[in-house]
């Protein structure tokens, strides 16, 4: 299996102020066969189901505001929050779709400091 | 509008079998893979498996011996069983839509990777004697 570690467990981070987490896999989860990273990100606000924010490590789901970025390839990677907003307290999960099972990281959550 | 619903026993007793089903409403049911995802309270999310409208699945090896994932495609539902259920199973259940991105042969056969890409509300299970 596929093991994701995500960093840190949790950051408070001032309003408009910029947020970064970060996302490490076992092993690359970089297709040689197209040249893409099978990565997502999911944003969890409290008594809601995930919420699918980019795949493909850097593509963004329609409707999600452009503040929300994902970067990297291989093993390493990171969703950055350009502007942090008060609706976007959460906690933040990265998974892997490269091999089966598909396995999520711990999760990071976000606070207004 | 599409929707997720999902309905089942809340509360089972060790041993006995979890049962969940979710309905596929105002979207197409074919041309999208079905999942169930899992999360104990406070802690991540954990992927049990998948079904296409086809019928085949896919589960996480360490819940393999205990899962079976159908679908009725006449009723635009699929459904989770879990058998012999300890207070380790206990959890907010999801079922979630996954959208294909790529589709690919590999090793004598076609394989696909599909992303979350609408959820269910959740159905929290609880495991007590």
């Known amino acids: 299996d596929i093991v994701m570690t995500q960093s840190p467990d949790s950051l408070a981070v001032s309003l408009g102020e910029r947020a970064t987490i970060n996302c490490k896999s076992s092993?690359?989860?970089?297709?040689?066969?197209?040249?893409?990273?099978?990565l997502t990100w999911y944003q969890q606000k409290p008594g809601q189901p995930p919420k699918l924010l980019i795949y493909w490590a850097s593509t963004r789901e329609s409707g999600v505001p452009d503040r929300f970025s994902g970067s990297g390839s291989g093993t390493d990677f990171t969703l950055t929050i350009s502007s942090l907003q008060a609706e976007d307290v959460a906690v933040y999960y990265c998974?892997?779709?490269?091999?089966?099972?598909?396995?999520f990281g711990g999760g990071t959550k976000v606070e207004i400091k | 509008q599409f929707q997720l619903q999902q309905w089942g026993a809340g509360l089972l007793k060790p041993s006995e079998t979890l049962s969940l089903t979710c309905g596929v409403f105002?979207?197409?049911?074919?041309?999208?893979?079905w999942n169930w995802i899992r999360q104990p309270p406070g802690k991540g999310l954990e992927w049990i498996g998948e079904i296409d409208p086809s019928g085949s699945t896919d589960y996480t090896p360490s819940l393999k011996s205990r899962v079976t994932i159908s679908v009725d495609t006449s009723k635009n539902q699929f459904s989770l069983r879990l058998s012999s259920v300890t207070a380790a199973d206990t959890a907010v259940y999801y079922c979630?839509?996954?959208?294909?991105?790529?589709?690919?042969?590999?090793?004598?056969?076609?394989?696909?990777?599909?992303?979350?890409?609408?959820w269910g509300q959740g159905a929290l299970v609880t495991v007590s004697s």
């Open positions: 092993q690359s989860v970089l297709s040689s066969s197209n040249n893409r990273n099978y």
């Open positions: 105002g979207a197409s049911f074919s041309g999208y893979y």
């Open positions: 979630a839509r996954g959208r294909r991105v790529a589709y690919y042969y590999d090793n004598g056969g076609y394989r696909h990777r599909a992303i979350f890409d609408f």
């Open positions: 998974q892997q779709y490269y091999s089966t099972p598909l396995t």
